[in-house]
């Protein structure tokens, strides 16, 4: 396998817009290792001007793409998917080095990330229509489904490869061209899967790829330009807002995947021990950054020690907080200064409104943006950790009494992503499945992500679904022909 600085050699640092393109002037912007805060290597930043170069090319490619037989579409997914999968080693390495995760975690996102391309590569021939006569008679009705053309998509750091693939394998399915912009963070994983594509026989202009440190200024003229069909973004609430309504100016078709504040709720006649490690999963993956991590344990008072007492230790016993590319290490760190700061303000907000900490509660200081996995318990209502989305390893636990109470307490979000519950007793486990405000429910399940599922949120986290056979329909237009 490559080593770390072969990588960062060979790894594309142009924008890709049928190829590798210089950004205007020269211009580049640094990537840093969260590990150490040092420049890892510099990437082209894109001008307003590139972008427009950008849809250019997807609004040359879109016919063709379009025409191409969706079996051809499908195979080029799949050779994508199997191209990923022969690198997937130089993939993790890349995303550990640029978003600090541990190796492991990396390995797992480059697994779910290619399988959005397998998984497409086989929707790709499944779009269909429908053929009816008209129950008055009059005549017949032809359902047909098209793509809706060049596609935006802006993505966030968290998943520098899954959150992409789970937009780029259904637009190319479905037969869209698309520009992605990756998070500023993050921008290497994407141009490396932008060269991979075009190695497996993608063709130019179906998909570029437009790293910025400009976002807004950048993506601002793409959504108001009319050739754009469709904004899709995956990211935070506030942003999210912003765009949405940006792009009310031209009723832009959008799919918004924002933030969540996941509710995970144990109740006394729950597995405790299988709660405990559904909780380690549900809180740890991807270091407590994503936006699928419980953020707030709802413990019904029966279980409600053992269960805080248990995780102590779990997480004690197998957290070991250090540079994701150092073997040992099952916890990297944040993506910043300004995340680790707001990790450590709710911890502290959380304790001088009363909360206990039972585990880690500060950050160890030094290079790079580690904070270790913390628990709290006893965090009262005030503190803000319960209404706010933490983004990091730190989990606080709240008692309930009664199952209302408890269902209650999960929903007093604005967000409604995913949710948590376990329980041993099916008809609880169905109500409160029922009962929950969020797009997806885990029963007794601590990671509930498959790319053959449909992914999105209510609530303030958004709109849209990916992955499933619904993830194809937010690229597709239905027209309605009527015959006699
Ligand atoms: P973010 O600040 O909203 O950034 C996301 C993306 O939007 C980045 O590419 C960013 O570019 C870009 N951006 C920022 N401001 C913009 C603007 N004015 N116009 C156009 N683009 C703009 O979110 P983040 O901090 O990267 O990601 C964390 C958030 O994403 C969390 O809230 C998390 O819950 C959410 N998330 C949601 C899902 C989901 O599926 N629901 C999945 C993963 C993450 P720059 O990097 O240049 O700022």
Redesign the pocket.
């Known amino acids: 396998m490559a080593s770390e600085s072969e990588i960062l050699q060979s790894v594309p640092t142009a924008l890709w817009i049928g190829g590798p393109v210089e950004a205007t002037g020269g211009a580049t912007f640094p990537v840093h290792d969260p590990a150490t805060g040092e420049v890892l290597t510099r990437v082209a930043d894109a001008s307003p001007e590139d972008a427009m170069r950008a849809l250019d090319a997807a609004v040359a490619a879109q016919e063709s793409w379009a025409a191409t037989p969706a079996r051809e579409r499908g195979e080029i997914l799949r050779a994508v998917f199997e191209s990923i999968t022969a690198r997937a080693e130089e993939f993790a390495l890349l995303m550990t080095l640029e978003m600090g995760k541990a190796l492991p975690e990396s390995r797992n996102e480059v697994r779910y990330g290619a399988e959005f391309f397998r998984w497409f590569s086989e929707e790709a021939v499944r779009v269909h229509g429908r053929y009816l006569h008209a129950p008055s008679g009059t005549g017949r009705i032809v359902v047909h489904k098209q793509p809706v053309g060049p596609c935006l998509a802006?993505?966030?750091?968290?998943?520098p490869l899954a959150?992409g693939t789970r937009k780029i394998g259904p637009a190319l399915a479905a037969g869209c061209t698309m520009i992605v912009?990756?998070?500023?963070?993050t921008p290497l994983t994407m141009l490396l899967l932008a060269e991979l594509c075009s190695r497996a026989g993608l063709p130019d202009g179906v998909l570029s790829v437009i790293t910025?440190?400009?976002?807004?200024a950048v993506?601002?003229p793409l959504i108001d330009d009319p050739r754009l069909r469709k904004l899709t973004?995956?990211?935070?609430?506030?942003?999210?807002k912003?765009?949405v309504a940006s792009s009310a100016n031209r009723l832009l078709r959008t799919s918004m995947?924002?933030?969540?504040n996941a509710p995970f709720v144990v109740f006394d006649d729950a597995d405790v021990d299988a709660a405990v490690q559904g909780a380690m999963l549900a809180k740890l993956r991807n270091g407590g950054?994503?936006?699928?991590a419980a953020n707030r344990f709802h413990v019904q008072r029966g279980v409600l020690e053992e269960f805080t007492a248990k995780l102590v230790t779990a997480m004690s016993d197998s957290v070991t907080l250090g540079p994701g590319t150092d073997p040992s290490t099952t916890l990297g760190p944040l993506i910043n200064e300004d995340q680790l700061n707001t990790v450590s303000e709710l911890v502290e907000d959380a304790v001088s409104a009363g909360a206990t900490v039972r585990l880690g509660g500060k950050a160890p200081g030094g290079p790079g943006w580690f904070y270790p996995a913390t628990i709290l318990s006893d965090v009262p209502p005030n503190a803000r950790i319960r209404t706010e989305?933490v983004?990091g390893p730190v989990a606080p636990v709240i008692g309930f009494d009664t199952e209302e109470e408890g269902l209650a307490a999960a929903n007093d979000t604005r967000y409604g992503?995913v949710s948590y519950v376990y329980t041993r007793d099916l008809d609880r486990a169905l109500r409160v499945a029922e009962g929950l405000e969020s797009g997806m429910v885990g029963v007794n399940r601590g990671v509930i992500s498959d790319p053959a599922a449909p992914?999105?949120?209510v609530k303030e986290?958004?709109f849209g679904r990916?992955g499933g056979s619904e993830g194809i329909e937010e690229y597709l237009s239905t027209k309605y022909i009527a015959l006699t």
């Open positions: 802006i993505t966030p750091w968290n998943f959150m912009k990756p998070a500023s963070e910025t440190s400009r976002s807004g993506t601002g973004f995956t990211g935070s609430t506030e942003v999210g912003r765009l995947e924002l933030g969540g950054e994503a936006c699928t989305e983004f992503l992914f999105g949120g986290s958004g990916e």
